[in-house]
């Protein structure tokens, strides 16, 4: 059994930083895709970022160049890193996993079977 949990939310001024985790428990290898979505009040869950089974990260077009993922495969944990974050940044986020999506899906919620709880960020002008 796959378990997610996500830590680092909170709160943070624009133009700030935040560092969030997402810590893997069960069994889960190298042939996982691990991406982070994120769901404003009202809004459609959307992607954010997602790497491949090969490491090579696929970011949404509104955090490129500010956001980071990345994967410590001996700690099991994804990061998100977060910098130059703007209001619209303000979001539940989720990491997700699954071993039987493809490179083009990283992005797409339907293509992950395994979520974590949500972690909040909230972003003040």
């Known amino acids: 059994q796959v378990q997610l949990m996500e830590s680092g939310g909170g709160s943070a001024q624009a133009g700030g930083s935040l560092r969030l985790s997402c810590a893997v428990s069960?069994?889960?290898?190298?042939?996982?895709?691990m991406s982070w979505f994120r769901q404003a009040p009202g809004g459609k869950r959307e992607g954010v970022a997602g790497?491949?089974?090969?490491?090579?990260?696929t970011y949404a077009d509104s955090v490129k160049g500010r956001f980071t993922i990345s994967r410590d495969h001996a700690k099991n944990t994804l990061y998100l890193q977060m910098n130059n974050l703007k209001p619209e940044d303000t979001a539940t986020y989720y990491c997700?996993?699954?071993?039987?999506?493809?490179?083009?899906?990283?992005?797409?919620?339907?293509?992950?079977?395994?979520w974590g709880q949500g972690t909040q960020v909230t972003v003040s002008s």
């Open positions: 790497l491949d089974t090969d490491g090579l990260a």
């Open positions: 069960g069994y889960i290898h190298d042939g996982y895709f």
């Open positions: 997700a996993a699954d071993p039987s999506t493809t490179s083009d899906y990283v992005l797409w919620p339907d293509a992950f079977g395994y």
